[in-house]
Nanobody, 118 residues
Framework: EVHVVESGGGLVQAGGSLRLSCASS????????IGWFRQAPGKEREGVSC????????YYADSVKGRFTISSDNAKNTVYLQMNSLKPEDTAVYYC???????????WGQGTQVTVSS
C-alpha cells in the first residue's frame, strides 16, 4: 500500500516563500511520477507540477512557472515544491500524488493548506 504525506503548508504574506514536502512509501516501481495538485474553495482542482523519478523531467502549470520549483530526493523518497513569490491566488489545499504520469491517477495524500495573505 502506498502512503503519501504532505507537510510544509502554512500562512505566508504575498511575496513570501514556502517549501512543501511529500514523503511517500510503499511503492516498488522505480519509474513513477510524483505530482502536486491544488484546490481552492469553489474552484476546480488544478495540476501544479510533477516530476519523473526516472529521468527527473518536470512539468509546471503556466500559473506557477518561474515561481515554483519541484525537486526530488530519491534516497529519501521525498519530493519538494519550493514556492516563491507567492500570490493570494496560490491559496489552496495542496495535494501530493504518486502514480505513473502527471494525471493524478494514483495515490493521494491528505493535503496541506497554503494560505497567502495580501
Amino acid at each position: 500500500e502506498v502512503h503519501v504525506v504532505e507537510s510544509g503548508g502554512g500562512l505566508v504574506q504575498a511575496g513570501g516563500s514556502l517549501r512543501l514536502s511529500c514523503a511517500s512509501s510503499g511503492f516498488t516501481f522505480d519509474d513513477i511520477v510524483i505530482g502536486w495538485f491544488r484546490q481552492a474553495p469553489g474552484k476546480e482542482r488544478e495540476g501544479v507540477s510533477c516530476i519523473s523519478s526516472s529521468d527527473g523531467s518536470t512539468y509546471y502549470a503556466d500559473s506557477v512557472k518561474g515561481r515554483f520549483t519541484i525537486s526530488s530526493d530519491n534516497a529519501k523518497n521525498t519530493v519538494y515544491l519550493q514556492m516563491n513569490s507567492l500570490k493570494p491566488e496560490d491559496t489552496a489545499v495542496y495535494y501530493c500524488t504518486v502514480g505513473f504520469d502527471c494525471s493524478g491517477n494514483g495515490s493521494w495524500g491528505q493535503g496541506t493548506q497554503v494560505t497567502v495573505s495580501s
